[in-house]
């Protein structure tokens, strides 16, 4: 399951809480200022699951985020033949 | 792929003036989401502090209005007692609600308004500069403060408001969360919810959600410092807990 970030770095103050709260570690502190002088945060080639951590605790609101859709996998009982799992994944 | 998080559009699409790190950004997120969620844009008016918060107006698309320092539940009560049938809310600092504005939420939760109140505690005065407030903690080091606020020195003990307001009949909801990472974000938002949904119900009485927030630029330290140091020190002094309701 992959995940993918936007961040508004024109308007990140650079405060560095997403960098914090990252589970994969994915997100650094930019090295080049923006336009209002702030070192803006960045998402770096790392993984994301599309947890939405970053985006819960940004506080100018400025990350967006999305993630592939999972596929549903329900899991039923099947006959009980011997030598057969018996339960088994069923795609939908 | 699903879009999992977005701006609500409650929150104006414009940069806020706050400092890096500031609680009051993702105060004014989750009060918008709740408002989103709720389906009470078109009839929720909102009360701005004087404080840091005092251009919250600039943020919020809902009808706001600015009065004076302390005053928002004593309008808020006019207002609701006007128009019933819309959502009151005021969103008010710690110097705004616990130190110039004592007198009005008292006596708004003592005649048990239906209105909801957000609270933000951040433990200082962070518009005039850091100084100390009614509810810094003991030892904490603010402008006015710089051995740490020390009772024998005259400056007394942290203000508890939640505490006192739990004990007021006139009170249905007395909550006190904090912004100290996600989970704790995750409960304020259902907490401020609650206090929606309760006035949206009329519920008979105020609800009121205290809300610790971290000021990295009056405290000196780091955001994330400042936010773990909610987790170790000030949730010591004010406990996160549900006290009413």
Same mark, same amino acid.
């Given at each position: 399951m992959t995940g993918k970030i936007v961040i508004d770095t024109e308007r990140c103050k650079g405060c560095g809480l997403c960098v914090v709260v990252c589970p994969k570690k994915s997100i650094v502190i930019s090295e080049e200022s923006n336009q209002s002088g702030y070192f803006p945060a960045r998402k770096t080639d790392g993984d994301c699951t599309g947890c939405a951590q970053c985006a819960i605790i940004c506080p100018e609101g400025i990350i967006e985020v999305s993630r592939e859709q999972m596929e549903r996998i329900r899991i039923v009982a099947a006959p009980g033949k011997p030598g057969t799992p018996r339960l088994i994944e069923e795609k939908r | 792929m699903n879009t999992v998080f977005k701006r609500t559009s409650v929150l104006k699409d414009c940069p806020t003036?706050? #400092? $890096?790190? #500031? +609680?009051h950004g993702i105060a004014h997120r989750l009060v918008a989401e709740v408002i989103d969620e709720l389906d009470i844009q078109d009839r929720t008016i909102g009360i701005a502090p004087v404080g840091c918060a005092v251009l919250a107006y600039n943020y919020l698309d809902v009808d706001m209005v600015e009065v004076a320092h302390g005053r928002a539940p004593a309008v808020a009560t006019g207002m609701k007692r006007t128009n019933p049938d819309k959502i009151i809310f005021s969103y008010q600092g710690d110097g705004d609600l616990a130190a110039i504005g004592t007198a009005e939420i008292i006596h708004a939760a003592h005649r048990a308004e239906r209105i909801t109140v957000i609270f933000i505690n951040n433990a200082v005065f962070g518009m005039t500069g850091g100084q100390m407030a009614p509810t810094t903690m003991l030892g904490q080091v603010t402008a006015t403060t710089q051995q740490g606020r020390n009772p024998s020195n005259g400056q007394g003990y942290p203000l508890q408001v939640s505490e006192i307001l739990a004990l007021? $009949? +006139?009170?249905?909801y007395v909550e006190r969360c904090a912004l100290n990472g996600v989970p704790g974000i995750r409960r304020t938002k259902a907490a401020m919810k609650h206090a929606f949904q309760l006035q949206m119900d009329d519920a008979p009485g105020l609800s009121l959600v205290e809300v610790l927030s971290p000021c990295p630029t009056y405290w000196r330290m780091s955001p994330a410092k400042a936010m773990k140091w909610i987790d170790e020190q000030m949730s010591r002094a004010f406990p996160i807990a549900r006290l009413k309701g």
């Open positions: - | 003036h706050y #400092c $890096p790190g #500031c +609680g007021l $009949p +006139g009170t249905v």
